[in-house]
């Protein structure tokens, strides 16, 4: 039997295999694949985020599989092109998990991301003014107690740098959300990431929490609740207009 794909997409940190420490097991029962966003290349200099090609590189990897698309599994900031990418091919799209997802255009009107914005807007507006130790320092002084970002995997002259050139979440073209089976997984300890996801259940999405602060997916649970929901969302669903059982 051919096993279902499943794509995993970063967040702002590291990237590849490495930002999925816990979830490397599902390679024994699916077709795992752990992208690399663009401008995260362990060789190459970090580039200016590109959205589009994010979104590019994440249909690229559903439809390669020679199936019917597959599973989409996302962090942080990599919630907005996975999104986006399902709003665009649902179709390809079997399941949507979002992990503390940054996909604060959705909630821009309410209080925890408006409070966000107005902390973080002034130094997004400098970051190009600025060197990237500076803003790594201002970044992780704002985002004390807000948002955390996971922990790198490269030198970290490297990782400020593709810190300074991440775009602001809040400009994302993401405004409606697709029509697919979606996990919202949250670490229950920031409002920000709650609002966000309290805004998706209401769209029809499940939420469910678990420890690990910002990375609930490094945890057991955290990790036992994404293989769950994909493993349920991979059965095959009854034909329409049959019965459960034999009358």
């Given at each position: 039997?051919?096993?279902?794909?499943?794509?995993?997409?970063?967040?702002?940190?590291?990237?590849?295999?490495?930002?999925?420490?816990?979830?490397?097991?599902?390679?024994?029962?699916?077709?795992?694949?752990?992208?690399?966003?663009?401008?995260?290349?362990?060789?190459?200099?970090?580039?200016?985020?590109?959205?589009?090609?994010?979104?590019?590189?994440?249909?690229?990897?559903?439809?390669?599989?020679?199936?019917?698309g597959g599973h989409l599994v996302a962090h942080s900031q990599?919630?907005?092109?996975?999104?986006?990418?399902?709003?665009?091919?649902?179709?390809?799209?079997?399941?949507?998990?979002?992990?503390?997802?940054?996909?604060?255009?959705?909630?821009?009107?309410?209080?925890?991301?408006m409070a966000y914005r107005a902390l973080m807007e002034p130094?997004?507006?400098?970051?190009?003014?600025?060197?990237?130790?500076?803003?790594?320092?201002?970044?992780?002084?704002?985002?004390?107690?807000?948002?955390?970002?996971?922990?790198?995997?490269?030198?970290?002259?490297?990782?400020?740098?593709?810190?300074?050139?991440?775009?602001?979440?809040?400009?994302?073209?993401?405004?409606?959300?697709?029509?697919?089976?979606?996990?919202?997984?949250?670490?229950?300890?920031?409002?920000?990431?709650?609002?966000?996801?309290?805004?998706?259940?209401?769209?029809?999405?499940?939420?469910?929490?678990?420890?690990?602060?910002?990375?609930?997916?490094?945890?057991?649970?955290?990790?036992?609740?994404?293989?769950s929901f994909i493993a349920q969302s991979g059965r095959p669903?009854?034909?329409?207009?049959?019965?459960?059982?034999?009358?």
């Amino acid at each position: 039997m051919e096993k279902q794909r499943v794509v995993f997409v970063h967040g702002g940190g590291s990237f590849g295999a490495a930002a999925w420490p816990k979830q490397h097991g599902f390679a024994l029962d699916y077709d795992a694949l752990f992208l690399r966003r663009h401008g995260f290349d362990p060789v190459a200099e970090p580039e200016e985020a590109d959205l589009a090609a994010d979104v590019a590189i994440i249909l690229g990897a559903l439809e390669s599989g020679g199936g019917p698309g597959g599973h989409l599994v996302a962090h942080s900031q990599g919630a907005i092109p996975a999104m986006l990418a399902a709003v665009t091919r649902p179709e390809l799209v079997r399941s949507l998990v979002l992990v503390e997802p940054a996909c604060l255009s959705l909630t821009a009107e309410l209080p925890a991301t408006m409070a966000y914005r107005a902390l973080m807007e002034p130094l997004f507006e400098a970051r190009h003014a600025m060197g990237d130790a500076e803003y790594l320092e201002e970044f992780q002084r704002r985002t004390a107690s807000a948002a955390a970002g996971p922990p790198s995997n490269e030198d970290p002259q490297r990782a400020a740098r593709r810190l300074r050139l991440q775009a602001p979440p809040w400009e994302a073209p993401l405004h409606i959300v697709p029509g697919v089976p979606t996990l919202v997984l949250t670490g229950g300890w920031e409002p920000l990431y709650e609002e966000i996801a309290g805004y998706l259940r209401e769209t029809g999405a499940l939420h469910r929490t678990a420890a690990g602060g910002h990375r609930p997916h490094d945890s057991p649970e955290g990790a036992r609740i994404i293989r769950s929901f994909i493993a349920q969302s991979g059965r095959p669903q009854p034909a329409r207009g049959t019965s459960a059982a034999a009358s």
